[in-house]
């Protein structure tokens, strides 16, 4: 005889991924660098670092992700950013290769992107954490390398596709990445009194409730299996 449970299995499971599917459907990243004469330039009075304008008076321009529908448009990254940890250092992945990271405070970070109608998607932005990685000849680094979420505020009402699903989540994700060469550590950054500033390329990340709808999900279906077991051992 058929077991009646299995169709009710069957129904929750459907409504639950009618439910969070179109949500992390709508999860993107756009891939963005800095544009021609822009970077980010450590200030060691002071121990911060900022975003320097290039051409157009633009940080960055997008360069892929998503539907694509985003490239080419560009951005700004504003604010200034203290670091203001103590520098921890460790040994490296490779011979030779030390990492020094530390804390970042915020102090009215934005990122914005202007699309082709020169509508803005605009946010507010922290950067969390920052590090260098590397030995004397070569270094690379990267900020809110932990993966934290660190775009909120968020607003767009433009009608560009990928701004749109980057826009529909509460809250977002952003990282970037730079280089020095020869090597620069937080410690040679953050000493003295002359600036340093090099270009660098990012990742900005929607992530939409659906992101904890589906952890809600795997969560139920584990219970639902779980009375289910009990349901046709009874």
């Known amino acids: 005889m058929r077991n009646p449970f299995n169709s009710i299995v069957a129904t929750l499971a459907a409504g639950l991924f009618a439910f969070a599917a179109p949500q992390a459907a709508n999860a993107i990243t756009l891939n963005f660098s800095s544009v021609t004469n822009a970077g980010i330039t450590f200030n060691p009075v002071g121990d911060t670092f900022s975003f320097t304008d290039g051409d157009g008076g633009f940080d960055f321009?997008?360069?892929?992700?998503?539907?694509?529908?985003?490239?080419?448009?560009?951005?700004?990254?504003?604010?200034?950013?203290t670091i203001d940890g103590p520098i921890i250092t460790s040994p490296g992945p490779f011979l030779g290769t030390i990492?020094?990271?530390?804390?970042v405070s915020s102090s009215s970070g934005t990122f914005s992107i202007v699309d082709a109608s020169n509508q803005v998607f605009f946010a507010n932005v922290s950067w969390i954490d920052i590090y260098t990685m590397g030995n004397p000849l070569s270094t690379q680094g990267g900020i809110n390398a932990g993966g934290v979420l660190n775009?909120?505020?968020?607003?767009?009402?433009?009608?560009?596709?990928?701004?749109?699903?980057?826009?529909?989540?509460?809250?977002?994700?952003?990282?970037?990445?730079?280089?020095?060469?020869?090597?620069?550590?937080?410690s040679n950054l953050t000493a003295g009194t002359t600036p340093q500033a090099t270009t660098y390329s990012g990742t900005v990340s929607s992530v939409p409730e659906g992101g904890s709808a589906m952890a809600l999900l795997g969560l139920a279906l584990i219970g639902i299996e779980i009375v289910r077991r009990k349901f046709t051992l009874a």
């Not at 997008?62 to 539907?67: L, S, V």
């Open 61 to 81: 321009a997008i360069g892929g992700g998503a539907t694509g529908a985003a490239n080419g448009l560009k951005g700004n990254l504003g604010g200034t950013f």
């Open 151 to 186: 775009l909120s505020g968020i607003t767009y009402s433009g009608t560009n596709v990928d701004l749109l699903n980057l826009s529909l989540a509460p809250n977002g994700l952003g990282a970037i990445t730079f280089q020095f060469q020869p090597g620069q550590f937080l």
């Open 99 to 103: 990492i020094e990271q530390s804390s």
